[in-house]
């Protein structure tokens, strides 16, 4: 069982920049892969960026390529997304996901945190 809960969310400005973080407890964070999923509102769930076990390969949807950057510290048993140049389109409740194998697909995750809201004003 992992437990993870995400922080750094809030309200920012277009072009502004604000960098999640996902600390897990539980079953060792390295074992996993991690990923970053978005939710606006009306909207389904969707992929942002995935890291692997070690952190050395990386895979962004299209929508954060770019801007968005994806990093974790398995000593810290976190995972981090920073994000610059946030567009109003970016606003969305935010998830980290763990899971056993890379994927963009929800489906692909086994473990989930409660979500952090970020607002990005135009």
């Known amino acids: 069982q992992v437990q993870l809960v995400e922080s750094g969310g809030g309200l920012v400005q277009a072009g502004g920049s604000l960098r999640l973080s996902c600390t897990a407890s539980?079953?060792?964070?390295?074992?996993?892969?991690m990923g970053w999923f978005r939710r606006a509102p009306g909207k389904e769930r969707e992929f942002v960026v995935g890291i692997s076990r070690s952190g050395g390969s990386t895979y962004y949807a299209d929508s954060g390529k770019g801007r968005f950057t994806i990093s974790r510290d398995n000593a810290k048993n976190t995972v981090y997304l920073q994000m610059n140049r946030l567009k109003p389109e970016d606003t969305a409740v935010y998830y980290c996901a763990a899971g056993e194998g890379a994927s963009s697909r929800p489906a692909g995750y086994d473990y989930w945190g409660q979500g952090t809201q970020v607002t990005v004003s135009s």
């Open positions: 539980g079953r060792t964070f390295s074992s996993y892969t």
